[in-house]
């Protein structure tokens, strides 16, 4: 088994984060949890530590006067970064090689593995800059899981291609690319 970092950014469907979480603690992964500032205007900090069964790394433990290096530490641990659910501006910061949140640095500081599974309006996921950015990624070796097909939490009453992938096909995702397959 495997140490998953879980990084959680702030989309409306933040409030699935908890339930990808125990799927890979029961599958037997060592999981740690990396939450933007925003991710907490969707799913409490708590519910998130629950979960993961253990304190959540946020911008106020990375900036703590600790001694640690938080993004490299936990760049080095994880053998793979799992983005779940992945905004649009968490993937454009990657593109882009931006590092000024603790999830981004983490990416940037080398993270071995890194598994997006983007959640977003239809309209922000079929924007251009987006594709760009998701193709960055991938030329780079990063993983996409999702978005899928189906109604949006938000307003749309027409289904569109931009909702958090479900549990099982994250975890089988997760399988895969801590396998090498198919990258
Ligand atoms: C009510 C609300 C819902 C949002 N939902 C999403 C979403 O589902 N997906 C997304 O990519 N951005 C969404 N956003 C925009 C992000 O929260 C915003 O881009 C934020 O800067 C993302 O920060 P993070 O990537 O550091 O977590 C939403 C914003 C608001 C106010």
Redesign the pocket.
């Known amino acids: 088994m495997a140490n998953v970092l879980v990084g959680v ?5 933040a409030y699935k984060a908890p339930g990808v979480i125990r799927r890979l603690r029961e599958a037997g992964h060592e999981v740690r949890v990396a939450a ?4 907490f205007r969707f799913i409490p900090e708590e519910t998130l530590a629950i979960a993961a069964g253990g304190d959540v790394h946020t911008e106020k433990t990375w900036w703590e006067r600790s001694g640690r290096v938080e993004h490299v530490t936990l760049a080095r641990w994880a053998d793979l970064v799992l983005v779940a ?1 992945a ?4 993937m454009a910061r990657a593109a882009v090689g931006l590092g000024d ?1 603790l999830l981004s640095a983490t990416v940037l500081a080398g993270a071995r593995s890194v598994l997006w599974a983007p ?3 239809p309209e ?1 996921w079929s924007n251009p800059a987006t594709r760009r950015n998701a193709e960055t990624l991938k030329g780079w070796g990063h993983r996409f899981v999702g978005p899928s097909e189906g109604l949006m939490a938000s307003t749309e009453e027409q289904p569109g291609v931009g909702r958090l992938t479900d549990e099982a096909e994250i975890l089988a995702a997760v399988k895969e690319a801590l396998s090498g397959d198919g990258g």
């Open positions: 950014t702030g989309g409306i469907a933007t500032d925003a991710a659910p905004t649009a501006d968490a949140d959640a977003m309006n922000m």
